[in-house]
Nanobody, 123 residues
Framework: QVQLVESGGGSVQAGGSLRLSCAASGYTYRMAWFRQAPGKEREGVAAIVTGSGSTLYADFVKGRFTLSQDNAKATLYLQMSSLKPEDTAMYYC???????????????????WGQGTQVTVSS
């Protein structure tokens, strides 16, 4: 099992920025950020294949959110800019230990999950 520890959430005004971090305790093939707002399903935000650096973003964050990683620290970052009130949610980091995932935003395809970090955007 890979332990994932998220940090960096907080409260910000619309138009502001936050950077989330996810530190992994071991090897991961793919990592992703999901989010879940109250009363809504958990949805994929961004995903990365850690070896190649290939990324995928949900349409609703394209141009605003950027993934990066520090392989030496086994840490994934999500830089969030131009935040909107509708970005308010609990953000979760997820990891998959090997390939074969068809849909990078399929929740069931991930083996390990972090505890989540809250992001609140006020208007």
């Amino acid at each position: 099992q890979v332990q994932l520890v998220e940090s960096g959430g907080g409260s910000v005004q619309a138009g502001g920025s936050l950077r989330l971090s996810c530190a992994a305790s071991g090897y991961t093939y793919r990592m992703a950020w999901f989010r879940q707002a109250p009363g809504k399903e958990r949805e994929g935000v961004a995903a990365i294949v850690t070896g190649s650096g290939s990324t995928l973003y949900a349409d609703f964050v394209k141009g605003r959110f950027t993934l990066s990683q520090d392989n030496a620290k086994a840490t994934l970052y999500l830089q969030m800019s131009s935040l909107k009130p509708e970005d308010t949610a609990m953000y979760y980091c997820a990891a998959r230990r090997y390939g074969g995932l068809v849909d990078p935003f399929a929740r069931a395809g991930y083996h390990d999950w972090g505890q989540g970090t809250q992001v609140t955007v006020s208007s």
